[in-house]
């Protein structure tokens, strides 16, 4: 959870991460971290206000908008190892100071209209102007929020100068007046110690829990990300880069909503691909040398591998997440051994009365097997997806629960001799 009350806020983040042993990790993560953390901070918009549009790398870093009018310009830094410090010196500091001196000085009306915050995961040390630029109520006992004092800690640095890289930053904050630089200082908000990548994902999950089903905020946080990821890339590759709005996020909600109500399951394996060393492991099971039996071969038989695959990993899943009741698997089993029964005996008849060869009985299986195939569709629930009652039925198949020749039980056994 953030640290500083008001920080939910606050929709957005552009990153700052420095290389080291020139790996690009710190920077990927920044990137990433940007789009995940103005999700999670749009959340506080939902069901709130439907006007507002949120901008990445539009009037800022990240902006919150209404009407084309900016409520919010955000910048932020983001450090994977948490040593970066907001002291009076800190690049961090200087170089946002630098961008809303430039854009104050464009626009002196910017510091009573919009809301400027810098959102930083490292930490603004006691006693320094950063400090003293939280938000109110967010600080320690005895250290108010103070942008006049935080204005000459700032003059004084600029003033001092030292460091050439911070040259520009130090020249816009001075070009300043001394009534505007407080104005601007007053509207600041330092947002520090807030979270990191990884922890994002418990933050969103907190937000959902008013929306999702008991127990489904996980699930929720996933399909929501989903939908927002590829939203993010396309609106970075237009140029002029669009807004996205609230009322987008508010419609995918509704939607994720009404698949994660108690009585639904949301089935996300029916296009899962199986890992290549499972395919392989598959191949000596009971459910492919039923099929095999029969004569049912080449890509028919990689298709049932595939739907194993996949009713075996929803199914799973279901249970780990405990999406499903006690006894509930157990009890859609039986209804599909039940629906095989009467058609396997059926066959079974059949083949008896026409004294069957070896040719007839398989022939007999791969009618049955096809029906499973083509027009076995039971739901789970309220999932009634093809892979997972032919799926289903491959699992059963491979506990001899089910079979497909007439006499598939005898038929395993004299092929394992």
């Known amino acids: 959870m953030w640290k500083n009350g008001e920080a939910c806020q606050f929709r957005g983040i552009r990153l700052s991460a420095k290389m080291t042993n020139f790996s690009s990790a710190p920077s990927a993560a920044g990137y990433l971290y940007q789009a995940r953390l103005a999700l999670a901070l749009c959340l506080k918009y939902v069901n709130v206000d439907s006007s507002v549009e949120v901008g990445i790398e539009r009037l800022d870093d990240v902006s919150f908008e209404s009407s084309g009018t900016a409520l919010e310009l955000l910048q932020a830094k983001h450090h994977i190892d948490r040593v970066a410090s907001l002291s009076d010196k800190s690049v961090d500091l200087w170089k946002t100071i630098r961008i809303w001196s430039e854009a104050a000085a464009s626009d002196p009306t910017l510091p009573a209209r919009t809301r400027l915050a810098l959102v930083t995961t490292g930490s603004a040390p006691e006693g320094g102007a950063a400090s003293m630029l939280r938000p109110s109520g967010s600080s320690a006992m005895g250290h108010a929020r103070d942008p006049k004092s935080a204005a000459s800690l700032l003059v004084a640095v600029a003033e001092a100068g030292g460091n050439q890289e911070l040259k520009a930053a130090y020249a816009a904050f001075l070009a300043l007046s001394p009534t505007m630089r407080i104005s601007l200082l007053s509207t600041v908000e330092v947002l520090d110690d807030q979270p990191l990548l990884n922890d994002l994902g418990e933050v969103i999950e907190t937000e959902l829990r008013l929306i999702a089903p008991r127990g489904k905020a996980s699930l929720a946080r996933e399909q929501l990300e989903g939908w927002w990821w590829p939203k993010v890339c396309l609106a970075l590759m237009q140029d002029p880069v669009p807004p996205i709005s609230v009322l987008e996020i508010e419609a995918k909600l509704d939607d994720i909503r009404d698949g994660l109500k108690r ?155």
């Open 263 to 417: 009585d639904a399951l949301v089935a996300d394996q029916e296009h899962v691909d199986p890992p290549a060393d499972e395919i392989a492991d598959y191949e000596g099971r009971p459910f492919v040398r039923q099929l095999k039996i029969v004569g049912i071969g080449g890509n028919r038989i990689e298709y049932a591998k595939r739907d194993y695959y996949r009713a075996f990993t929803q199914r799973s899943k279901w249970v780990r997440k405990h999406l499903v009741f006690d006894g509930e698997i157990a009890k859609y089993e039986v209804t599909l051994i039940e629906e095989w029964q009467p058609r396997f005996q059926q066959m079974r008849d059949k083949v008896a009365g026409d004294q069957g060869t070896g040719l007839s009985l398989r022939q007999a299986g791969q009618a049955l097997y096809a029906w499973v195939e083509a027009d076995a569709r039971f739901p789970f629930r309220s999932v009634a997806h093809r892979f997972l009652t032919v799926g289903s039925y491959h699992m059963l198949a491979n506990d001899f629960r089910v079979g497909w020749h007439p006499d598939y039980e005898t038929a395993c056994a004299e092929e394992d001799a």
